[in-house]
C-alpha cells in the first residue's frame, strides 16, 4: 500500500464513544473465544460467563442447542448470516438485535465467526448510531481484521481486501508498517494499544482510494474492539471498517446545502446573488467558479424563454460571479460586470440553448472545435490548470438566465455525478433567488414608473415662490414607496404646496398615491382652508379603505397616509398650513436661522382618528424665507432619534445667500452615509412678496351705480400698468363680477385687480354660498353673466373667506405689456 492509499485523521471522531456495536468471536464448534466490553455492556454478561461456553448460552431457553446447530450450519454454507435475533440479557429479559455473523479465515486456512449485534429497541428511542451499526442495519459490507497483543493480523475477512486492496496472504503475521505507510502505521499503534490497555471501543476515520475507484476519494470510518478471554485478559484487537463515503458526502452536501440557504440571495441585486453563488462553491465544490447571467437580466429584464434556442448567434453574458482559490485566475478575461462572449460550437453556448448541464471530468483543453475558436479562453483555462469541469444553466421556469461554471486545479479528484448533482441543487437555489429578484425588479421597475408619471415634472410656484424639489425612491430591499409632493398655483397669486406619504411600498402605494395627489389637486380647485381640504382628504381616504376592503381576500389593504398643506400669498405675505400626522415644516430666515415650526400634529389620514378636528396656523413670512416641506424618510431611521435627523436636515438649510438648488443637494448628501429604507421627498419655496404697485383695490358700495364706477376704476388702472388692450374685456368682467354681487351676493365689498404672472379681477362680497352658472333659456334677459365672465377669461372661480366669498376672474398678460 502506498502512501497515497491512506490519509488518517489527526483525531479520533470519539476516544471513548459509546459502543457503536456489540462483537464477539466464536470458534468452528460455536464456542465464544473472544468478548468485549461492549458486549458486556449490550447483554450484560462479563468475560468470564461466556468465554469458552456455547454462545447457545445467551440465546432464550426456548432455543434449544438443536436449533443453534442448525443456525451454525446455515451461516457455514452462506459463509455468514445477516437478519435479526432474540439474545438473552443476563437479567432474564430478551433484547431484539440486529446481528451479523461474519466469517474470518486464518493464515492455516481455519476460521472463526464474528458475531457482530446493535439493540434495534434503542433506535426506536431516538439514540443515534454509528457507522459500524448503520452498516449492520443496512447490510453493508464491512472489512474485518482481528490483531494479536503483538498487534500482528491472525484473522481476516475478505471484504476488507475490497477496501484497500491488501490480499489476506500479505496480511497474516505482520503488524501495520506492512499495509500502512509507516507514519500512519505508528498513529494507529498507539490506538490500538490504548484499547488493549482501556479495553473501550475507539473510532477512527481515514481516506483511501480503494483499487474499484481509483479516481474518487473515499472515506472510511475504522472501529477498534478489544477482544477479552475468560479472565479478561487482552486476546487482542478486531478493527471493524466501513465505507462511509456516502454518509460522508451526504453530510457534507446537507452542509453546503444549508450555507445556500444563508449566504444566496441575501440581496435583492442579481448581479449580487451571482457573486455569492461563486462565493459559496469555492472552495467547498470547485476551486473555481465563474457565473454568467445573459445580459438582459443584470438590468431587471426577464430573457425570453425561446432565447439562443432557434439563432445561431451566441447569446451575450455578463460575469456576475467569480471566485477561485488562485487569485491570478481573478484576473481572467472577462472580469466581473464586463460582457462574456462565448463561441457557439462550446459546451457553454450548449448549455445556453438547451437548458442542460454539462460534466467534462477530464478537460481536454487542446482539442475540439470550440477550443480552435475561442482560443483566448482555452488558453486561460490551460493556464489555470483545470482539468474538471462543470457547466450548470442557471434555470427559472421556462428561461435560463444564465450558466454557472464550476472547475478543479488543486483538488485533484475529478468532478463526478454527485458533484454535479450538488452544482444543480446549489444553481436550482440560487436561481430562484435571481427569479425573485426579477420579479421584484418588474415590479419595482412599474411602481417607479408610475410615481413618476404621476409626479410633478415641472413645478412652478408662479409670483408666489420660487421652488425646488428631490425625490429619492427607497433601496432596492424596501422597494418604491408612496411619497408625493405638489404645487398647485391656486388664485390671486397665492400658491398651495403639499407633501404626503403612503403607508407601505410597491405599485399599491404608488397607484394610492396617484389617487390621492388627485383628491388633493380636486380640493385644491375649491379653494379650501387647510384645515378644511385635510378633513375632506381624510373622508376620501377612509372611502377608499371602505372600497377596497373586499371579503374574498385574506388580508383587506388599508391605507393610510400623512399630508402637509400649506397656502402662501405673495400679496400679504401669510402663509396658513395644516398636517395630518406628517413631520412639521422648517422655515430657514434670509439670515440662515431654521425653525422647526409647532404646528399641531393631526391624526393621519384614513386611520378613523379624525374625531379631533385638524388645525391651522397662519403666520407672515418675510421675503425670501425658505420653506421646508419633506418626507419622514429624509430624518428618521431605525438607528437614531428624528431629532438628530431633524438637527441634520436644519444645519443643511442654515446657508443663507445660497440656491435652492445648493440647499436641496446638502440636504440630500445626508442620506449618503445610509441606505434609505423610505422614500425621501423634499421640497423647498423661496417666497416671494408682491409690490404695492403690483395691486390695486377698492372698497364699493351696494348700489347698482357702483358698477360703472368699478368699470372705470379698472379701466384706469390698467392704462396704468400699461395693459391697454385688456380695458374692454375686464371692464365687462368687472361689470358682470359687481352686478352679481349686488344682486346675488348680499352686495359687493370690495374690487382688487393683482397683476402678476396674469392679471387677476377679484370681487368679495358677504354672501355664503358658491355662485354657480344659469343656463337661461332664449328669451331670458338675465342668467348669462358667468357665462360671459367665462368666455373672457382663461379661467375663473370662487373661494370662501371667514366673512363671504371672493369670486375671481384672470385674464392672460399682452406680450406688450411692461414690466412693473
Known amino acids: 500500500m502506498t502512501n497515497t492509499d491512506h490519509s488518517l485523521l489527526a483525531e479520533p471522531v470519539g476516544p471513548r464513544e459509546l459502543p457503536d456495536a456489540a462483537i464477539a468471536v466464536i470458534d468452528a464448534k460455536g464456542t465464544v473465544v473472544g468478548w468485549t466490553h461492549a458486549a458486556q455492556q449490550l447483554v450484560g454478561y462479563s468475560a468470564g460467563e461466556v468465554v469458552g461456553r456455547s454462545a447457545a448460552h445467551v440465546l432464550p431457553p426456548p432455543e434449544d442447542a438443536r436449533r443453534a446447530s442448525a443456525f451454525a450450519e446455515l451461516c457455514r454454507a452462506q459463509g455468514g448470516w445477516s437478519g435479526t435475533a432474540a439474545i438473552r440479557h443476563r437479567d432474564g429479559h430478551t433484547l431484539r438485535m440486529m446481528l451479523r455473523v461474519s466469517l474470518l479465515r486464518g493464515q492455516d486456512a481455519g476460521t472463526r465467526w464474528l458475531v457482530s449485534v446493535t439493540d434495534i429497541d434503542s433506535l426506536s428511542s431516538g439514540t443515534t448510531g454509528g457507522p459500524v451499526r448503520e452498516s449492520l442495519l443496512a447490510r453493508a459490507p464491512i472489512g474485518i481484521v482481528v490483531y494479536d497483543p503483538q498487534l500482528r493480523c491472525v484473522w481476516v475477512n475478505d471484504a476488507l481486501e475490497r ?51 481509483r479516481r474518487r476519494e473515499h472515506a472510511f470510518s475504522a472501529s477498534f474492539f478489544c477482544l477479552q478471554g475468560a479472565d479478561g485478559t487482552p486476546l487482542g484487537v478486531c478493527s471493524m471498517t466501513v465505507d462511509v463515503t456516502g454518509n460522508r458526502r451526504a453530510r457534507e452536501r446537507l452542509a453546503i446545502l444549508s450555507e445556500a440557504g444563508t449566504h444566496i440571495g441575501s440581496t435583492l441585486d442579481v448581479m449580487r446573488t451571482g457573486q455569492e453563488l461563486a462565493e459559496l462553491a469555492v472552495p467547498l465544490l470547485a476551486d473555481h467558479a465563474l457565473v454568467d447571467l445573459v445580459e438582459s437580466v443584470p438590468f431587471g429584464v426577464e430573457p425570453s424563454a425561446r432565447t439562443g434556442r432557434t439563432s445561431d448567434r451566441p447569446q451575450l453574458m455578463r460575469r456576475a460571479g467569480v471566485a477561485s482559490v488562485d487569485l491570478g485566475v481573478l484576473e481572467s478575461p472577462w472580469v466581473r460586470e464586463e460582457v462574456v462572449h462565448a463561441h457557439p460550437d462550446s459546451p457553454f453556448s450548449a448549455a445556453l440553448r438547451t437548458g442542460r448541464s454539462y460534466l467534462e471530468p477530464v478537460l481536454d483543453t487542446h482539442a475540439g472545435p470550440w477550443v480552435d475558436h475561442d482560443p483566448v479562453r482555452a488558453q486561460r483555462v490551460r493556464e489555470s490548470g483545470v482539468h474538471s469541469l462543470m457547466v450548470v444553466p442557471v434555470r427559472a421556469r421556462r428561461c435560463v438566465l444564465g450558466l454557472a461554471l464550476f472547475g478543479r486545479s488543486v483538488e485533484q479528484t475529478p468532478f463526478q455525478e454527485d458533484d454535479l448533482l450538488l452544482a444543480e441543487e446549489l444553481v436550482t437555489r440560487a436561481a430562484l433567488c435571481l427569479d425573485n429578484a426579477l420579479q421584484y425588479a418588474r415590479e419595482r421597475t412599474a411602481a417607479l414608473t408610475l410615481q413618476r408619471d404621476l409626479l410633478p415634472h415641472h413645478v412652478r410656484g408662479g409670483a408666489a415662490v420660487e421652488i425646488a424639489s428631490r425625490y429619492v425612491p427607497a433601496d432596492m430591499d424596501h422597494g418604491v414607496g408612496g411619497d408625493w409632493f405638489d404645487v398647485i398655483e391656486l388664485s390671486g397669486a397665492r400658491v398651495a404646496l403639499v407633501v404626503g406619504d403612503v403607508v407601505g411600498h410597491g405599485i399599491n402605494a404608488a ?198 364706477t368699478a368699470r372705470h376704476l379698472a379701466a384706469l388702472q390698467l392704462r396704468q400698468w400699461g395693459l391697454e388692450p385688456l380695458v374692454t374685456s375686464v371692464e365687462s368682467v368687472v361689470s358682470e363680477l359687481v352686478t352679481n354681487a349686488i344682486r346675488h351676493g348680499g352686495g359687493p365689498r370690495r374690487l382688487r385687480l393683482i397683476q402678476h404672472r396674469v392679471l387677476t379681477c377679484e370681487v368679495s362680497d358677504i354672501n355664503t354660498g358658491q355662485p354657480r352658472p344659469r343656463h337661461p333659456g332664449t328669451l331670458d334677459e338675465h342668467g348669462r353673466g358667468l357665462y360671459l365672465v367665462a368666455r373672457l377669461s382663461r379661467r375663473w372661480g370662487s373661494r370662501s373667506t371667514a366673512d363671504g366669498n371672493v369670486v375671481w376672474a384672470e385674464q392672460d398678460l399682452p406680450s406688450i405689456a411692461g414690466a412693473i
Open 163 to 213: 477496501h484497500d486492496g491488501v490480499p489476506r496472504h500479505r496480511r497474516f503475521g505482520h503488524g501495520l508498517k506492512d499495509s500502512l505507510p509507516a507514519v500512519e502505521a505508528e498513529a494507529l499503534k498507539v490506538v490500538m494499544r490504548q484499547v488493549l490497555e482501556s479495553g473501550t471501543t475507539t473510532v477512527h476515520e481515514y481516506r483511501a482510494w480503494p483499487p474499484a475507484d
Open 511 to 708: 397607484a394610492t398615491m396617484g389617487r390621492l395627489r388627485t383628491a388633493v389637486r380636486t380640493l385644491a380647485d375649491l379653494d379650501l382652508p387647510p384645515d378644511e381640504l385635510l378633513a375632506h382628504l381624510d373622508d376620501t381616504v377612509r372611502r377608499l379603505n371602505d372600497e377596497d376592503a373586499d371579503v374574498s381576500e385574506p388580508v383587506p389593504a388599508v391605507v393610510g397616509a400623512t399630508c402637509l398643506y400649506a397656502v402662501y400669498d405673495p400679496v400679504t405675505r401669510r402663509c396658513t398650513m395644516a398636517r395630518a400626522g406628517h413631520p412639521p415644516p422648517l422655515i430657514a430666515d434670509a439670515q440662515g436661522r431654521v425653525t422647526i415650526l409647532d404646528l399641531p400634529a393631526g391624526a393621519p389620514l384614513g386611520l378613523g382618528l379624525g374625531l379631533v378636528p385638524f388645525e391651522c396656523v397662519e403666520l407672515e413670512l418675510p421675503e425670501g424665507s425658505v420653506l421646508a416641506l419633506y418626507s419622514d424618510g429624509l430624518v428618521e431611521s431605525r438607528d437614531e432619534d428624528i431629532d438628530i435627523g431633524l438637527q441634520r436636515l436644519s444645519t443643511a438649510l442654515a446657508k443663507p445667500g445660497a440656491s435652492l438648488e445648493d440647499l436641496c443637494s446638502r440636504a440630500m448628501e445626508t442620506l449618503a452615509a445610509r441606505a434609505s429604507a423610505d422614500d425621501v421627498t423634499l421640497l423647498l419655496a423661496r417666497t416671494r412678496a408682491l409690490r404695492p404697485a403690483q395691486v390695486a383695490s377698492w372698497d364699493l358700495d351696494n348700489e347698482l351705480i357702483t358698477v360703472p
